[in-house]
Each structure stands twice: as C-alpha cells, then as structure tokens.
C-alpha cells in the first residue's frame, strides 16, 4: 500500500544543510497497522510527513496505492491527499468550529454538498462515539474527545490510509488506551492501512503487527512483532519481541 524507495530528507538551516534522514526504503503492507519507533530526533515524523508529502523527500520516491506521490503535480496530490488521513499529537482542531464543523472542513474543501456533508459527518461522529458533541466547540472537549474528532475528521474522505503522529503523546494512560482501541478499531472495521509514529514502546506494542526503528537518521531496522524467527538489532526490538506474547494475548490487532 506503501512504498518508500530511497527516500532521503535534508532540511535547509541557517548553519548549512542537515541531513535528516539517509536513504529509506519500505514497505507497508495494506491492511497492516505499522509502528515507527525511534527516540526524539531520530527522523521518525518526517518519514511519516513523507507518506503524504506533507514533507517533499529531497530523493527518492513516495509511492502509496500505486500512485507516485513524488511525481504527482500539485492538483494530483490534493486529490490522492483525500485518501490519505492524518491525525497529530496537538491534534490541529479549528478552535472556531463546532465538532461537526470540524469533520466537515475536508469535505467542503473537496467540494461536496452541504447535504451528503451533513449525512457523512454524522456518520464519522458515531464511528468515534461522539454524537452527544456535535455542538461542542474544541475548547469544551477533553483531550480524549479532541482526538476522537480529529480522528473523525481524518475519517470524513473515507482514506484508505491513517497516518498518525505520536497521537495519544499528549495523552494520559487511560485515554491512550481508549485512543488504541479506536485506532484498533477502524483498522479492522474498514480494512484501513494505518503508519503510527511513537516513542513509546507500551503504545506500538498494543497496536503494531510491524515495526521499523529509527535511530539517527537512518531506519536500523524493520520486524514482523508476530514472528518468532527474527534476530532484532537493537534493544528496542528485543524487548519488543520478547513481550509480544503476553502483552498481545488476545487483542488480535495485527491483520
Ligand atoms: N523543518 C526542519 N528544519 C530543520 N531541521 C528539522 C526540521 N524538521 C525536523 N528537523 C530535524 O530533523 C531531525 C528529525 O526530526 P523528526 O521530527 O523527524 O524526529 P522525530 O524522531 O519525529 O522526533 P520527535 O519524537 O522528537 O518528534 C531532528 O534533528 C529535527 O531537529
């Protein structure tokens, strides 16, 4: 569903050029939910921003569902942004907009009717449990609730694809649990390719069927959490393969 080849990334600074982020290549498979895990700094969220060029890769090639990203012109890449959702640790709500009115800014932007607009984001808010805040503007939401309608939003264009940003770093425990549910959730209900950057190991370990870590810029390696017959490279990996089983016993999350 997702093809990174070579992808590099080096940002223009003031002090020169830094190098972000060496070639990267993989590969996620539809269907799968795919953690990247890595420290602060590694590169994790620009291979992410990436994904959907919200960050241009300075080589290499994007391509998602087929579709070179990479070489897509600026009207190409609105239409193939459609399908693909992001939702963000901040979240990114529209402060002056109702719940509803915040799912319903991606569909008025790719230009449909205010009638399917209205049906849609019912639709999505009940997908995230949210119906009774229709009304509620973000400031009169928990940070819970706030990410369930970025979800919704992220929902709306019905995307084949979820990328999420660290989304429950902002978060306390209880509600990342909530959040992995319905990020589990979604992924099984509608078949949904999901990309979930992390830090932390407890929230990629309830979720992720794989994973790639990142470290200083490069990706040191990628694993199938399922499989017992991988020799991991680093600690992160180890103590991720090592406590799959009880950890995971009977969540079933990776399709
Ligand atoms: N626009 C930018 N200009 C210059 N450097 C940048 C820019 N964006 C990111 N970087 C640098 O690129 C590196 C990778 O950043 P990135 O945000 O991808 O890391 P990360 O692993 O997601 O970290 P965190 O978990 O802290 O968000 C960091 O050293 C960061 O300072």
């Avoid at 921003?49 to 990479?70: A, H």
């Avoid at 459609?82 to 709500?93: N, T, V």
């Avoid at 992720?208 to 200083?216: L, M, N, P, T």
Wanted: glycine residues 8%; charged residues 25%; aromatic residues 4%.
């Amino acid at each position: 569903m997702i093809t990174l080849k070579e992808v590099s990334k080096t940002y223009r600074t003031k002090d020169g050029d830094f190098s972000a982020l060496v070639p990267v290549s993989l590969e996620v498979g539809e269907g799968e939910i795919f953690g990247i895990i890595g420290q602060s700094g590694a590169g994790k969220s620009t291979i992410l921003r990436m994904m959907n060029l919200l960050e241009k890769p300075s080589t290499g090639s994007v391509i998602v569902n087929g579709q070179n990203l990479s070489q897509c012109t600026p009207r190409e890449l609105r239409v193939a942004r459609r399908w693909i959702g992001m939702i963000f640790q901040h979240f990114y709500l529209l402060q002056n907009r109702t719940a509803a009115d915040n799912i319903a800014f991606p569909l008025e932007i790719s230009g449909m009717s205010k009638k399917d607009r209205e049906k849609r984001v019912k639709e999505c808010l009940e997908i995230v449990g949210l119906e009774d805040k229709a009304s509620s503007y973000p400031a009169q939401l928990s940070g819970g609730q706030k990410q369930r309608v970025a979800i919704a939003r992220a929902l709306a264009t019905e995307p084949k694809v979820l990328l999420c940003d660290e989304p429950t770093s902002a978060l306390d425990p209880q509600t990342t649990g909530s959040i992995l549910e319905f990020i589990r959730d979604i992924n099984k209900r509608f078949g949904m390719t999901i990309v979930l950057v992390s830090h932390d190991m407890e929230v990629v370990k309830q979720v992720c069927g794989k994973i790639a870590v990142v470290e200083k810029g490069s990706l040191i390696e990628t694993l199938d959490l399922g499989r017992r017959d991988q020799q991991p490279k680093t600690e992160i990996a180890r103590l991720l393969l090592g406590s799959r089983p009880e950890v995971l016993k009977g969540v079933g999350a990776y399709v």
